[in-house]
């Protein structure tokens, strides 16, 4: 078992910034990688973006250049910085942790960019 404590979600204007937060807890042995996907009202939920540790990055094409994702191996934690958010990246954003055969879900956090 896996829990994932995310944190950092809110409510900024168009052009703002927010960092989330995601904690993985219990066993965390052998956790491949992490990331976020996210889920607007009445759509269906996207990849947002992924890290894989000792590894590569990666993003969907509409975050590129203004989200960057990170992580702390040894700890299982990941951080997705949001700069100049917009008002389409509103979603929840649900953390990932994912084993070789096993993925692993946060509560998700709330994230809203007003115009």
């Known amino acids: 078992q896996v829990q994932l404590a995310e944190s950092g979600g809110g409510s900024v204007q168009d052009g703002g910034s927010l960092r989330l937060s995601c904690a993985a807890s219990?066993?965390?042995?052998?956790?491949?990688?992490m990331g976020w996907y996210r889920q607007a009202p009445g759509k269906v939920r996207e990849f947002v973006a992924s890290i894989v540790f000792g590894g590569r990055t990666s993003l969907v094409d509409s975050v590129k250049g203004r989200f960057t994702i990170s992580g702390v191996n040894a700890k299982k934690l990941a951080f997705l910085q949001m700069n100049t958010l917009k008002p389409e990246d509103t979603a929840v954003y649900y953390c990932?942790?994912?084993?070789?055969?096993?993925?692993?879900w946060g509560q998700g956090t709330q994230v809203t960019v007003s115009s």
């Open positions: 990932y942790a994912y084993k070789l055969t096993n993925t692993f």
């Open positions: 219990g066993d965390i042995f052998e956790i491949r990688g």
